[in-house]
């Protein structure tokens, strides 16, 4: 998908999709870097727009890792399926969806979750749901990586996690946080 195809969609659907450019190569690689995927099994992408950081993740992660890449477009997830990768499962539905989604894939708990959900145009309380679940999925040790173009709820995985990395990544447009969480209990 182009960048003005990308554009015109997000306009579409500002409030799911939150930004109405894609993640520049530099911001790919920086969540894939905070993401650490060397050594993982399941990773988790919320967020996944047309697949542009999709694409980041799946080079970066191990041969025999899978992708649950959730997306509520169905334009997005379109693009998606022109992704010829026999570790991504593509999942066109809400985030909230995704215990069910891994228990039925036969997973209880994942390595890695990736977020470009648009938490800053969520209710709070969907916010909190959707960060306290990734948090109770997460496995001792594993990573919530979050892009944001503000530190709005920045709050909320602090008081979820208990820590939290913040970086920037000024190469993209706009300038993006990148937020980590590593879940220690």
């Known amino acids: 998908m182009g960048r003005l195809a990308f554009f015109i969609e997000s306009l579409k659907n500002i409030k799911s999709v939150g930004t109405v450019t894609r993640s520049s190569r530099y911001l790919c690689q920086a969540v894939v870097k905070e993401?650490?995927?060397k050594n993982t099994r399941v990773i988790v992408e919320l967020g996944a727009g047309d697949g542009v950081m999709t694409r980041h993740l799946l080079k970066a992660m191990p041969q025999d890792a899978v992708l649950f890449s959730f997306e509520i477009n169905e334009v997005f997830?379109?693009?998606?399926?022109k992704i010829k990768d026999s570790r991504l499962r593509i999942i066109n539905d809400s985030a909230e969806k995704l215990p069910d989604i891994l228990e039925a894939a036969g997973f209880r708990s994942v390595d890695v979750?990736?977020?470009a959900l648009p938490f800053s145009v969520f209710p709070e309380q969907l916010t909190q749901s959707i960060v306290k679940m990734s948090h109770q999925l997460l496995k001792h040790n594993g990573r919530?990586?979050?892009i944001h173009y503000s530190l709005k709820t920045r709050n909320i995985y602090q008081n979820i996690f208990?820590?939290?990395k913040t970086s920037?990544?000024?190469r993209n447009i706009p300038p993006a946080f990148v937020l980590t969480c590593i879940k220690k209990d």
């Open 77 to 81: 997830c379109q693009q998606m399926s």
């Open 144 to 146: 919530f990586v979050q």
């Open 162 to 164: 208990g820590n939290i």
């Open 113 to 115: 979750i990736a977020s």
């Open 168 to 170: 920037m990544e000024v």
């Open 35 to 37: 993401a650490q995927l």
